[in-house]
């Protein structure tokens, strides 16, 4: 059964989108990744935000760029927990995408993510965060995957200095 959607304003966001899918492939999780933009497809996003809850989704990682509404405009139409990632953006490099999704007023919240690539993926973590809640086996994964980083980070040599 699917549990987290991923959607996103335009192809073009994919390279960096992808990063979320690569991190619930690795935690087994279930998902879905598709096209969903407010501004084009304003229907739709209605739609897949209406019935993301009785379709079992558990979160919906929402990425776009520039005046990236969407994030925002699928949380006020459903309680599922939506995690917003600022795609990099061709003039402001993202920072106009960051703003727009963070700035929500009081009421409807998103979680907001960095832009791009970190942001992507931890959108996923925070995901499996989520589902890890009332799933001690997915917990067990999570932390399993902390630890494998800390023991990465730990055997960092550095080069001598030139
Ligand atoms: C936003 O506009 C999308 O999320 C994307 O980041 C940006 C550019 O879209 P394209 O012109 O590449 O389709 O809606």
């Not at 919240?109 to 799933?135: K, S």
């Amino acid at each position: 059964m699917i549990q987290v959607g991923i959607i996103m304003g335009s192809n073009s966001d994919w390279p960096v989108m992808q990063h979320a899918a690569q991190f619930l492939q690795q935690f087994g999780i279930e998902y879905e990744a598709r096209v969903v933009s407010a501004h084009r497809t304003p229907d739709l996003m209605f739609e897949y935000a209406e019935t993301a809850r009785e379709r079992g989704i558990k979160a919906i990682i929402a990425g776009a760029g520039g005046a990236a509404h969407l994030p925002g405009m699928v949380a006020a139409k459903t309680t599922v927990p939506v995690l917003g990632v600022p795609v990099p953006s061709k003039y402001l490099r993202g920072e106009d995408s960051l703003l727009s999704i963070v700035q929500m007023p009081k009421g409807v919240p998103v979680a907001t993510f960095a832009i791009g690539e970190a942001g992507a993926a931890n959108a996923a973590l925070f995901a499996v965060a989520i589902l890890a809640c009332d799933n001690p086996e997915l917990a067990q994964k999570l932390a399993e995957f902390r630890t494998a980083q800390t023991q990465t980070v730990l055997a960092m040599d550095l080069p001598a200095a030139e």
